[in-house]
């Protein structure tokens, strides 16, 4: 199974921070990575697919870089609602696994 | 709009079986590989089963190989998750999530529902 590691496990930023997340995988994925945002107590949503690519409808501020085996989620300026848990996803091979997760809170 | 919405979790005892749907609409439901994703109580997500549009295609997590099978009804519009010989590490909410890609088993979950609860305890 391919390992994928986030970091860090958690952050704490202000508002309009410029905030990054990595994420590891244990092996070559490509560009076959996903990057997801969930709230308390609600599902998972989609922002960046294929690594850079901005899901429709998801603020600009998002963004995310990478391929091979090492990744980058960047927002750029922080916002009061980004608060949340961020994870990363690989779908190159099965199982498909996920990272362990960010916890993004603000100061 | 897309919509997803999962019911038939519940308290169940270890070793019991349990049957979720997934209610699909606002898509040509036929067309997309389906996932079960699970989330247990403070923890990351793991994914479970996929199914792919003509159900020719199913993998599941080996957490719940021989255990849990996933199926569809593509006149229903409907996702299924049958758990059998649950276990207490088997408690989580299950989502179900739809595939954005148009291939067997992509792995890109475009949509999810809003979960089910599925506590397995005595």
């Known amino acids: 199974d391919i390992q994928m590691t986030q970091s860090p496990s958690s952050l704490s930023a202000s508002v309009g921070d410029r905030v990054t997340i990595t994420c590891q995988a244990s092996?070559?994925?490509?560009?076959?990575l996903n990057w997801y945002q969930q709230k308390p107590g609600k599902a998972p949503k989609l922002l960046i697919y294929?690594?850079?690519n901005l899901e429709t409808g998801v603020p600009s501020r998002f963004s995310g870089s990478g391929s091979g085996t090492k990744f980058t989620f960047t927002i750029s300026s922080l916002q009061p609602e980004d608060i949340g848990t961020y994870y990363c996803?690989?779908?190159?091979?099965?199982?498909?696994?996920f990272g362990q997760g960010t916890r993004l809170e603000i100061k | 709009e897309v919509q997803l919405v999962e019911s038939g979790g519940g308290l169940v005892k270890p070793g019991g079986s349990l049957r979720l749907s997934c209610a699909a609409s606002?898509?040509?439901?036929?067309?997309?590989?389906m996932n079960w994703v699970r989330q247990a109580p403070g923890k990351g997500l793991e994914w479970v089963s996929s199914?792919?549009?003509?159900?020719?295609?199913?993998h599941h997590a080996d957490s719940v190989k021989g255990r849990f099978t996933i199926s569809r009804d593509n006149a229903k519009n409907s996702l299924y998750l049958q758990m059998n010989s649950l276990r207490a590490e088997d408690t989580a909410v299950y989502y179900c999530?739809?595939?954005?890609?148009?291939?067997?088993?992509?792995?890109?979950?475009?949509?999810w529902g809003q979960g089910s609860l599925v506590t397995v305890s005595s």
């Open positions: 092996q070559d994925i490509s560009n076959y």
């Open positions: 294929d690594a850079s």
């Open positions: 606002g898509f040509t439901f036929s067309s997309h590989t």
């Open positions: 996803q690989q779908y190159h091979n099965l199982p498909i696994t």
């Open positions: 999530a739809r595939d954005g890609i148009l291939i067997p088993a992509a792995g890109l979950f475009d949509y």
């Open positions: 199914i792919s549009s003509t159900s020719s295609y199913i």
